[in-house]
């Protein structure tokens, strides 16, 4: 069982409109989590990153959320752009262990005009 | 500034050749990783430096892989032999300190495809 796991896989959504992404986790000990967006083509660009005590973290359009008790978080976009297309990707840390870092496997996201 | 640069972009090997992918990591970072990315997937870990010291190379998927980065800067991804399930996208990244808590910075990736 992939121990990050996001939905939905895939997600079409019209210009200017809001969406959030979810990402469950059973990565332990958690370290922290972060969100990456990475264009067709391109190496993941950081995002957002959270560590145990943070529930809430912003990024110009972007708002990252964490329950570190349900290990759940969620990537909201607001006021969406068609430069937002691209896949969006959870990661979470274990500690002490580089091979403790997870990835998910991305959500799709594609705007349309 | 520079950021993490990768070579080449694009790869065809035919099945049993070796190849060498390289990664420029941004000057002064202590932390280099190689990543496996297939079609539709997030990456997956391969192994992990801290300068020239190999620390973690738990995700190399064989025999087949070997990573060095013998003066704590530039790294090479070396598979002989390759196979066809060896082809995907090989990304690296770098951070500024050691370990996992910092920020990864990541190159465009080389793509592999082996025929």
């Known amino acids: 069982k992939n121990q990050v796991e996001q939905s939905p896989q895939s997600l079409i959504i019209l210009e200017g409109k809001n969406c959030t992404l979810q990402c469950n986790y059973t990565v332990s000990p958690f370290s922290n989590l972060r969100w990456y967006k990475q264009d067709t083509g391109r190496g993941p660009v950081s995002l957002t990153i959270m560590t145990f005590s943070e529930n809430t973290k912003s990024n110009r359009r972007y708002t990252a959320t964490l329950d570190a008790d349900t290990k759940q978080s969620s990537l909201h976009i607001t006021a969406s752009q068609l430069s937002d297309s691209a896949s969006y990707i959870c990661?979470?840390?274990?500690?002490?262990?580089?091979?403790?870092?997870?990835f998910g496997s991305g959500t799709r996201l594609s705007i349309r005009p | 500034g520079a950021g993490v640069s990768q070579s080449p972009r694009y790869k065809v090997a035919k099945r049993g050749q070796d190849v060498a992918l390289r990664c420029d990591p941004i000057s002064g970072h202590v932390s280099l990783f190689w990543y496996q990315q297939a079609l539709g997937q997030g990456p997956e870990f391969l192994t992990y430096?801290?300068?020239?010291?190999?620390?973690?190379k738990s995700g190399l998927p064989s025999d087949r892989f070997f990573a060095e980065r013998p003066e704590g800067s530039v790294s090479t991804l070396k598979i002989q032999r390759t196979q066809q399930e060896d082809s995907a996208v090989y990304l690296c990244?770098?951070?500024?300190?050691?370990?996992?808590?910092?920020?990864?910075?990541f190159g465009p990736g080389t793509r592999l495809t082996v025929l």
């Open positions: 990661v979470v840390s274990g500690y002490s262990s580089a091979s403790k870092i997870i």
């Open positions: 430096f801290q300068n020239e010291a190999q620390l973690d």
């Open positions: 990244a770098s951070s500024p300190g050691g370990g996992e808590r910092h920020t990864q910075y």
